[in-house]
């Protein structure tokens, strides 16, 4: 089974994507499920992950209603305001929702770097581990040393990281990111997404900028801990969807047995897809 395990759907005019503005062009337009059938097809894609793109329960209920009238959409991870004092009563609501498989703050747009660590959060996560659910870290490189003691403190949260933590391809930066990657990946059980690299690279971007970044994931993490996404419609800003995949598949330069956990049984394995 192949699983696009990152991508999102959206609408505007529901007005809680603070993030989307006319600026980001290609992007700012609705996104449904009519869009992204025919790429998934083309690219034999059996099942998706269905990720939130805007920091409300809104939004978590709008993806709830949209995969359950859609059948290639076999999971949802959305979002709770971890710091709210009902969280863990939201959490075990929505919980209730056999497509709803994990949640995702938007760590990467919140100024406090420590902010995963506050003991105030604690009630959401202990509930997150009750009901069952996954942890999707949207980290950057920054992050990585807080996300590991967060791992440590709640050995039980099952926990994948989001394109790689986002790495400073751009920039050409590895070091630094390489090194946190390699402890997170030795000290902890955590998984990692091969998404959002295309958008992290430069405008005039080749499989050659990546090479060395995805190198890295697939050595620290193996092909047991990694799973492919699109980050599809983002990765609009860079690439189309049969692009990234044909990069992706090209990248991972890994048996038949590992290419299929990494394109998909990593995903039904971790999310528990149907």
């Given at each position: 089974?192949?699983?696009?395990?990152?991508?999102?759907?959206?609408?505007p005019?529901?007005?809680?994507?603070?993030?989307?503005?006319?600026?980001?062009?290609?992007?700012?337009?609705?996104f449904?499920?009519?869009d992204?059938?025919?790429?998934?097809?083309?690219?034999g894609?059996?099942?998706?992950?269905?990720?939130?793109?805007?920091?409300?329960?809104?939004?978590t209920?709008?993806?709830?209603?949209?995969?359950?009238?859609?059948?290639?959409?076999?999971g949802?991870?959305?979002?709770?305001?971890?710091?709210a004092?009902?969280?863990?009563?939201?959490?075990?609501?929505?919980?209730?929702?056999?497509?709803?498989?994990?949640?995702?703050?938007?760590?990467?747009?919140?100024?406090?770097p420590?902010?995963?660590?506050?003991?105030?959060?604690?009630?959401?996560?202990?509930?997150?581990i009750?009901?069952?659910?996954?942890?999707?870290?949207?980290?950057?490189?920054?992050?990585?040393?807080?996300?590991?003691?967060?791992?440590?403190?709640?050995?039980?949260?099952?926990?994948?990281?989001?394109?790689?933590?986002?790495?400073?391809?751009?920039?050409?930066?590895?070091?630094?990111?390489?090194?946190d990657?390699?402890?997170?990946?030795?000290?902890?059980?955590?998984?990692?997404?091969?998404?959002?690299?295309?958008?992290?690279?430069?405008?005039?971007?080749?499989?050659?900028?990546?090479?060395?970044?995805?190198?890295?994931?697939?050595?620290?993490?193996g092909?047991?801990?990694?799973?492919?996404?699109?980050?599809?419609?983002?990765?609009?800003?860079?690439?189309?969807?049969?692009?990234w995949?044909?990069?992706?598949?090209?990248?991972?330069?890994?048996?038949?047995?590992?290419?299929?956990?990494?394109?998909?049984?990593?995903?039904?394995?971790?999310?528990?897809?149907?």
């Open positions: 089974m192949k699983i696009d395990a990152h991508h999102h759907l959206w609408d005019s529901r007005g809680d994507y603070g993030w989307l503005t006319p600026e980001l062009g290609v992007l700012y337009r609705t449904g499920p009519e992204v059938k025919p790429l998934l097809k083309a690219a894609v059996d099942g998706t992950v269905l990720v939130q793109a805007a920091p409300t329960v809104a939004e209920d709008y993806m709830l209603a949209i995969a359950r009238e859609n059948d290639f959409i076999k949802v991870v959305g979002w709770v305001d971890f710091e004092p009902d969280a863990p009563e939201v959490i075990a609501r929505l919980a209730r929702e056999p497509l709803l498989k994990g949640l995702r703050p938007m760590i990467q747009d919140i100024a406090d420590d902010w995963m660590l506050k003991e105030e959060l604690a009630p959401a996560f202990e509930a997150l009750e009901m069952g659910l996954r942890f999707d870290a949207l980290t950057f490189p920054v992050h990585l040393g807080n996300l590991r003691e967060l791992i440590r403190r709640y050995p039980d949260l099952p926990v994948v990281i989001d394109h790689g933590s986002k790495p400073y391809i751009k920039r050409r930066e590895i070091a630094g990111w390489e090194a990657m390699r402890r997170l990946a030795r000290e902890t059980d955590a998984l990692c997404k091969v998404s959002g690299l295309v958008t992290e690279a430069s405008e005039d971007w080749t499989p050659s900028d990546l090479r060395p970044y995805v190198d890295v994931l697939l050595d620290a993490f092909p047991d801990r990694l799973m492919w996404g699109s980050d599809w419609p983002v990765s609009l800003l860079a690439s189309d969807y049969a692009e995949e044909a990069v992706a598949q090209s990248l991972l330069d890994v048996s038949d047995e590992d290419r299929a956990k990494i394109f998909g049984l990593n995903a039904v394995r971790f999310y528990g897809l149907e």
